[in-house]
């Protein structure tokens, strides 16, 4: 499975859109983004998963470059909730290798 | 629906004793994963159980074994504890198929003295 890094931790604006890059430059052509994230103490949740196109869900949108090397989670309005380590993940099974993740940190 | 459920929630052990961790899978969903988080890390993969095959393992030694039930759920097996096997534990159940995202539980804290 590809490696993915991801910068160790953000900040972002309560109400403001929050941007999370992921690099991921050897994934492979089956290989998936996967985006979780981990409030303290808690079992990690889904977010949002793509291949190559974008993806846009309830919670998230995910942008993927056109050469799939990297990508960006976006959270179109961030709230303190979203609070959380957030981690990018690059599979293509069903078994996820988190790294260390960003930790994001909503600020009122 | 229920989510997924771990047994039991918290754990205490000597180092050199045996533990079992238990966990039941969402409903319909026949894959069962395993984690370990060491605090402050990110969670590391174990073991991937499909239809009570296994269907992946990380890089962990013989001490960690594990199965699946016919019922799907599944049991972790770590014998000859250390201190280094204090962490959270965490079960994810998913439905059969390629890129599916994964239910997470709470987890199984345990502590090793």
């Known amino acids: 499975d590809a490696k993915t890094t991801q910068p160790p931790s953000m900040d972002c604006a309560e109400g403001r859109a929050a941007n999370l890059p992921c690099n991921h430059s050897?994934?492979?052509?089956?290989?998936?983004v996967y985006w979780y994230r981990q409030i303290h103490s808690q079992g990690p949740q889904y977010i949002i998963h793509?291949?190559?196109n974008n993806e846009t869900n309830e919670m998230a949108s995910l942008i993927i470059t056109e050469d799939r090397k990297s990508s960006t989670l976006i959270l179109p309005h961030a709230t303190l909730r979203d609070t959380a380590v957030y981690y990018c993940i690059v599979t293509r099974v069903n078994d996820m290798r988190f790294g260390a993740g960003t930790r994001l940190t909503v600020k009122p | 629906d229920a989510g997924v459920t771990q047994s039991p929630t918290h754990l205490i052990k000597t180092r050199g004793q045996q533990v079992t961790l238990r966990c039941s899978p969402i409903?319909?969903?026949?894959?069962v994963s395993w984690y370990q988080q060491v605090l402050g890390q990110g969670p590391q993969f174990i073991f991937q159980?499909?239809?009570?095959?296994?269907?992946g393992r990380g890089n962990f030694p013989d001490r960690f074994s594990a199965r699946q039930f016919p019922n799907y759920s599944s049991e972790l097996n770590v014998n000859a504890l250390l201190l280094g096997d204090s962490a959270l534990y965490l079960c994810?159940?998913?439905?059969?198929?390629?890129?599916?995202?994964?239910?997470f539980g709470p987890g199984t804290r345990l502590t090793v003295l």
């Open positions: 159980y499909y239809e009570k095959e296994e269907r």
């Open positions: 050897t994934i492979s052509g089956n290989e998936y």
């Open positions: 994810a159940s998913s439905s059969p198929g390629l890129a599916v995202e994964q239910f």
């Open positions: 793509g291949l190559k």
């Open positions: 409903s319909g969903h026949k894959s």
